[in-house]
């Protein structure tokens, strides 16, 4: 089992930006892919960005390519979003989640603030 911890929400101006962070507990992180999703009001939840267990590949939503960098730290069981750029259509809580390779993402955070005011 893995629980997760997200950290590094706020509110920011448009063009600013935030780095988001989440702490992983457990001895597998290694083991698991991440990502990043984040719901908006009203909204259903979409995916932002993810990262492999291996070689760091990384996936992203056309709507923040270029703008946000998902990386990770095995060594401190994190992995961060790098959100620059940010505009108004960013306001969302953030999630961070893991899955097993060839799974569905299944554990999930409990999400942090993002707010960006134009």
């Known amino acids: 089992q893995v629980q997760l911890v997200e950290s590094g929400g706020g509110l920011v101006q448009a063009g600013g930006s935030l780095r988001l962070s989440c702490a992983a507990s457990?001895?597998?992180?290694?083991?698991?892919?991440m990502g990043w999703f984040r719901q908006a009001p009203g909204k259903e939840r979409e995916f932002v960005a993810a990262i492999s267990r291996n070689f760091g590949i990384t996936t992203y939503a056309d709507s923040v390519k270029g703008r946000f960098t998902i990386s990770r730290d095995n060594a401190k069981n994190s992995v961060y979003l790098q959100m620059n750029s940010l505009k108004p259509e960013d306001t969302a809580v953030y999630y961070c989640?893991?899955?097993?390779?060839?799974?569905?993402?299944?554990?999930w955070g409990q999400g942090t603030q993002v707010t960006v005011s134009s």
């Open positions: 989640a893991s899955r097993a390779t060839g799974g569905d993402f299944d554990y």
């Open positions: 457990g001895r597998t992180f290694s083991t698991y892919n």
